[in-house]
């Protein structure tokens, strides 16, 4: 009978690692790049990942089951201890002196196209999300994993991800609404016209009165 997957990468098989890196490095880019929005820093997490997967290898539960939620629970914890670095990046940038304004033309870009708001009011509200529903929601609706497969990654009971994503889905869709007033409020743009309101009339009249 021919080992399954997880006992040979249990074992230090380097052809069964390569065999899970090329079915998985893409999903868990996916979920990285949902969680952070950012490709290179998605790139990282998968990098760091696979290392785990690699180094913890032998701390896997013996079996033959699917290797998919132990590597998606390894996935989330290295998403958490980069959340806590960027945490501890941004407390120390708040206590630089603050740099000059520069105008960011690419929010009037963004502006202009409703599914780049949609995505990014989705990702801000993502973020407002306590972390234990966050990563719920990532696994189950955005990495498409089962509840049971959700639970064995987290290390929780299939009960607790049922509460949670319930909570989460009704909260993103509360912050994501919130997001999306915030995007779609902007201030009116300055008039290219030297007009003042009110004022034609005189403008009007001033013009007849030279030509006469």
Known sequence: MTSSLRT???????????????????????????????RTVA?????????????LREKMEPGDGSVRPWVYGVATNVLRNRGRAARRHQQALARLPLPEDVPDVSIDVVGRIDDGVRLAAARKALGRLRRAEREVFLLCVWSDLGYAAAAEALGIPIGTVRSRLSRARARLRKLTDEELEKARWKPEPPSSSRQIPGDRGFAVGSTQERAR
């Open 8 to 38: 040979r990468l249990r074992a230090g098989d380097p052809e069964a690692f390569r065999e899970l890196f090329q079915d998985m490095a893409q999903a868990v880019h996916a979920l990285a790049l949902r969680a952070t929005g950012d």
């Open 43 to 55: 790139e990282d997490v998968v990098s760091l990942t696979f290392l785990e997967v690699w180094r």
